[in-house]
């Protein structure tokens, strides 16, 4: 079994039931023996869905079908498992998907594009799709049964541990609960969301109220993490609002019970992206790259992305190397604006360079002191306007190579 990433929170958070909305996970033996690989997710009827996708041009099957599901307006339910991703798997990634949703679907009462689909795994294999088939009864059966932690056990591939995140929060006069878990520790770019994550709440609010929040929250969230810089075909995160608590509906995604929403939900959202990088795969530093002083926020993004994705800045803070110098390179290559006489860099709050050139009295010991450290702080500022963005990431060790080397093994 793979040991627990250095990084990882100290518990599974403990979530409350969200009213509308049941969770059953089941073991289909199609890749993982003697652990659960499938769960369900069903909200009860007058719930709304949300989602955002992955946007890679060879995306999988079931992001082509969940799309659709979530445009419709319709969506109900998800169905995902764990350990095939039925991706480039041609138009049989679809017959494979066909044949078990429209039973899943009459088993549920509801229409088949209502079940959305989610799989992570393996790419280029043809789902064996008995193996979810078999388990239709069990997990029906069981839903309502299950934990928001025993889900989240259910959908891990590489994760060295299950990510669970909550929070609960007032709303004029009424509780609302968010709910998230996700999966995702390897192939994690931010091109939408780079893994699988699923929301809920019980708060009341709009389908296009709810999509719009989602798609913002995100973009500050999940498309500010990066481990690897490669962006999966299966990314997708879904949002599902029940409707119980009893407080107005929510339907202008500028207002101010809106705003008291989208700020919650940004809040586990972001909680969940940070789990991703710390169990990012073989990580053992997690790393916070702020950039400010940009031509544009668009441009700190490139820049802060240029040096999260460098393996020669990522490389030397695994070895503990204070060799700021990588990170000049990374900025120089971004393609954003840049001028090397204005650039100032700090790492954990230390000034290291500034006015072209290392900084006055720098001194590498308490460099090194800090990139000793498992929480790493990198600050740029670029000196030309007031752009600015901060991002996640984690080091590059020998663990990655070992990891996906051996993946399909």
Known sequence: MT?????APADFPDMPVIAGLSLATAATGMRYKGRDDLMLLLAEEGAVFAGCFTTSQTASAPVHLS???????????VITNAGNANAFTGSRGEEAINAYRTLFADALDIAPESLLIASTGVIGEVLQADFIL???????????????QQAAEAI?????????ATTSFALADTQITINGIAKGSGM????????LAYIGTDAAISQECLQILLSRATEKSFNAITVDSDTSTSDSVYLAATGQAKHTPITDPDSTQATAFYNALLGILTDLAQQI?????????????TVTGAQSDKDAKKIALSIGNSPLVKTAIAGEDANWGRIVMAVGKSGAAADRDKLQIKIGGYLVAEDGAAAKGYEEGPITRHMQGQEIDIEVDIGL????????????????????????S
């Not at 990431?393 to 399909?408: A, E, F, Q, V």
């Open 3 to 7: 040991d627990i990433s250095p990084l």
């Open 67 to 77: 799309r659709g599901g979530i445009a419709s307006g319709q969506a109900r339910a």
């Open 134 to 148: 078999n388990m239709k009864d069990e997990i029906i059966a069981k839903l309502g049964s299950c934990s928001w």
């Open 156 to 164: 891990r591939t590489t994760d060295t541990f299950a990510k669970g």
């Open 188 to 195: 994690i770019a931010p091109d939408m969301a780079t893994m």
């Open 277 to 289: 990088v710390r169990d990012g795969e073989g990580a053992s530093k997690f790393i916070t790259i």
């Open 385 to 408: 306007r007031d752009g600015m963005a901060t991002i996640w990431t984690c080091d590059l060790t020998h663990g990655y190579i070992t990891i996906n080397g051996d993946y399909r």
